[in-house]
């Protein structure tokens, strides 16, 4: 199940002053006690339309707070009561969001889950007087409208949206752990239908606005403005806001309808969906799905499905009931609070607490047009950055620029974007065979082979053409950045930036500091990584770094698993089971056998025991049949050319069978497989923030389930100590202990939580 997404950034907007108006005859007043209080939203009117402003000024997103809320009632009060007021339009003061969804620190406070449930009911009857207005209410929407702000704005009387890409509609609750709160369970289905609301419920999908009209979500659509004598967002802003008050007018002077006619087919569809046959099987086809998804770790998608089937069975008023009960529980619940911190942290990643950088990086040169070179170009030329994208041959180099217009042109075929928006984020990628350039590039990236010697000689040709302002950064998933910085004449300026395959999908971003690296250099590195879009963890170098140092005690915990008679596909459920979200003989033949092993030799030989006793011949046989993995077409499993269907290799398996044990397997139960496979990441986890090349837990907890899909439901490494209990971790781990040795025993962090069952990683 995917997991949060980050709602962005945005900049502040001075409040305005507040303006009533009675008839035709307009006067300002001066900020009485009851108005200072009132700091998020103001209104003024213009003729007979209240155009009401949101606008929170403690925060960069708008967000339905106690205070957001009180402001809105208040406000409505006044509205309700004047009147010459006639319609009103709901809009945001802030550029790019209207309301980016609840206020989660209201529901963090919660001690229980009536507590909780009572909020919930608040929100239900706020939007329930939107939605009985005696005047319509337009929501004009620009930028995010998600969870708590779409439930607003489907309780308004109409909704206007720009075509802005700023512009999403969603429901991401589920992925808090959550489900919407305040009527949405109850409104959306009617709205758009069965089918759409559970696709966006249950997957916390953003909507596009062109697609949100197409469904019914939205009723009319304005295009964005572009810049003139204003900025472009303000200009969109005020010209959505003109749109709207004109709109409001027209629906109060019955010109516009509220609602269009419908198509006789989607009459037809409706006459359908009333049907209960057919509404039964649809929530029985539904809840099968959600339930193979989520694998039963994550509570909240049944609860949704619940809360909709009631409202549809029973009545509106049952389905509210149902929404705010479920609401509390699921607001009290581990996976909740799990999935909460899981947001926290990343928002916390996105934060750069080095400082600005003191130059931008503008211009970025990349060495080696392979996949993780071609990737890195990919997420860099679509965030405007000028690109140079250099390898040694005129092959590779137009594999990857191929490879690269194929993804765009593949969201213009789905209308995700223009022609004309690929073509220009395609003009800011330059490819060649030498160092033309380089030498007004802020940044290099180099993306070859992990070969410390090629690496070597990269850095000495780069450093011989580029700037002294130039930083170089390694993209190495474990060879010492201190070794390769070795080689640089000003190590300062040299630094890990680690990105996962495939880039343009995976989040994180993992940089490696050596004891040179400066601080502004990690404060470059930072910057560009957000700016292209990734979540980002800091880490001192070491063999491994953090992410490959702690997934390989997977890989290794997996092939002993293998050898001892575990089944590709047990395995692949086992993993599912405990919540990992990527089967590891999968990730070994997206990584390459081949890679993996040398992985694997250069990690026994820092680490020794603690990974095992060094025996890879299972590996070494593998690679001499030629089964490399996904590249060769044949690893673990089998693999055809422009397909995802993918089948177990039988040949592997005996291969597998053959390779003998050098140790008695006695603790195989599943439940057994399953803390095996964990309480190694755990150790390994605690021993990196232990030895300080990790900074805090929750960059080790970010880490962890982006570097390699430790589970959300259980919020990371370290979060799983705190709520599994240090002490039972470590009784389990001796037993382990006594089997298979060193790569089970608890390293001293964790021991000294188990002795002290007070100490805790999160307060």
């Not at 395609?426 to 940044?443: I, K, P, R, T």
């Not at 070969?451 to 700037?467: F, G, S, T, Y």
């Not at 090349?693 to 259980?714: H, K, Q, T």
Request: charged share 25%; proline share 4%.
């Amino acid at each position: 199940m995917a997991v949060v997404r980050a709602v962005g950034v945005f900049s502040k907007f001075a409040t305005g002053k507040y303006h009533l108006l009675s008839g035709r005859a307009s006067r300002s007043f001066s900020m009485s006690s009851t108005l200072a209080a009132r700091t998020h939203v103001s209104y003024e009117l213009k003729d007979d339309v209240a155009v009401v402003r949101l606008h929170d000024p403690t925060a960069k997103v708008n967000t339905l707070s106690s205070q957001m809320q009180s402001d809105l009632k208040e406000v409505m009060g006044e509205i309700w009561s004047n009147k010459s007021v006639k319609s009103a339009v709901f809009i945001s003061s802030k550029p790019g969001c209207f309301i980016a969804g609840a206020d989660i620190n209201m529901i963090q406070s919660c001690q229980s889950s009536e507590e909780a449930a009572r909020l919930s009911q608040e929100g239900q009857k706020m939007f329930e007087q939107i939605e009985k207005s005696p005047i319509p209410i337009v929501a004009a929407i620009h930028g995010s409208c998600l969870g708590g702000g779409l439930e607003f704005a489907i309780a308004c009387q109409y909704r206007i949206a720009t075509r802005s890409k700023k512009t999403v509609l969603g429901t991401p609750e589920v992925m808090l752990g959550l489900l919407p709160g305040a009527g949405g369970t109850q409104r959306l289905p009617k709205m758009v239908g069965l089918p759409d609301a559970f696709d966006m419920m249950l997957t916390g999908r953003r909507i596009r606005a062109d697609k949100a009209k197409k469904m019914g979500l939205v009723n009319q659509l304005v295009d964005p403005l572009g810049p003139g004598l204003k900025p472009a967002e303000e200009r969109t802003i005020e010209y959505l806001e003109e749109i709207a008050v004109g709109v409001a007018k027209g629906i109060s002077n019955k010109k516009v309808p509220l609602t269009k006619e419908k198509s006789l087919k989607e009459k037809l569809q409706d006459k359908l969906m009333d049907l209960a046959p057919v509404r039964k099987k649809i929530f029985k086809t539904v809840s099968e799905k959600a339930q193979n998804q989520s694998k039963g770790f994550y509570p909240a998608p049944a609860k949704i499905i619940e809360c909709v089937q009631t409202g549809l069975e029973q009545g509106r008023e049952a389905g509210y009931l149902a929404e705010s009960e479920n609401f509390g529980k699921l607001a009290m619940s581990p996976e909740s609070k799990s999935l909460i911190g899981v947001y926290h942290g990343q928002m916390a990643c996105r934060k750069n607490h080095f400082g600005f950088p003191e130059k931008e990086v503008k211009k970025l040169g990349i060495l080696g047009a392979g996949l993780m070179g071609t990737g890195v170009a990919q997420v860099s030329i679509d965030k405007g950055l000028t690109t140079i994208l250099k390898d040694t041959d005129v092959e590779s180099i137009s594999r990857g620029q191929e490879h690269i217009y194929t993804s765009l042109d593949n969201k213009v075929k789905r209308k995700f974007m223009t022609s004309f928006e690929r073509d220009v984020i395609m003009s800011n990628l330059s490819v060649q065979l030498d160092y033309s350039g380089f030498e007004s590039a802020d940044m290099v990236i180099e993306a070859v082979v992990e070969d410390m010697d090629i690496k070597h000689q990269v850095l000495k040709e780069v450093e011989a053409v580029i700037p002294p302002h130039c930083i170089f950064a390694t993209n190495t998933s474990a060879l010492p950045v201190t070794e390769i910085a070795a080689a640089s004449k000003r190590p300062e300026k040299v630094i890990g930036m680690h990105y996962f395959s495939p880039v343009d999908k995976m989040q994180l971003l993992e940089i490696v500091t050596t004891d040179k690296t400066s601080q502004d250099t990690i404060a470059s590195a930072f910057s560009l990584g957000v700016k292209q879009g990734k979540t980002v963890i800091v880490v001192k170098d070491c063999p491994g770094f953090y992410t490959t140092r702690v997934c390989f005690h997977l890989t290794f915990e997996t092939l002993k698993l293998l050898q001892e008679g575990i089944s590709l596909e047990e395995h692949t459920a086992i993993g599912h089971s405990v919540g990992l979200s990527l089967s590891i003989p999968l990730i070994c033949d997206e990584v390459g056998l081949d890679v993996i092993l040398h992985i694997s030799e250069f990690l026994f030989n820092a680490y020794g025991s603690r990974y095992g006793e060094s025996d890879t011949r299972l590996l070494e046989t593998l690679l001499e049949r030629g089964f490399k993995g996904r590249k060769s077409g044949k690893g673990f499993f089998l693999y055809e050319k422009g397909k995802n269907y993918k089948s177990v290799n039988t040949q592997a398996v005996e291969i597998i069978k053959k390779v003998p044990l050098t140790y008695h397997p006695s603790i195989s139960s599943a439940w057994d497989i399953e803390h095996r496979l964990i309480s190694r990441v755990v150790n390994e986890s605690l021993l990196c923030l232990q030895e300080g090349v990790l900074r805090n837990p929750v960059e080790g907890d970010i880490g962890a389930i982006f570097g390699f899909g430790y589970p959300p439901s259980i919020g990371g490494p370290f979060r799983f100590v705190d709520t599994f209990g240090a002490e039972r971790l470590v009784s389990i781990m001796r037993k382990y202990e006594e089997v298979y040795g060193a790569p089970f025993t608890p390293c001293q962090l964790l021991l000294d939580h188990a002795k002290d069952p007070s100490k805790k990683f999160y307060k």
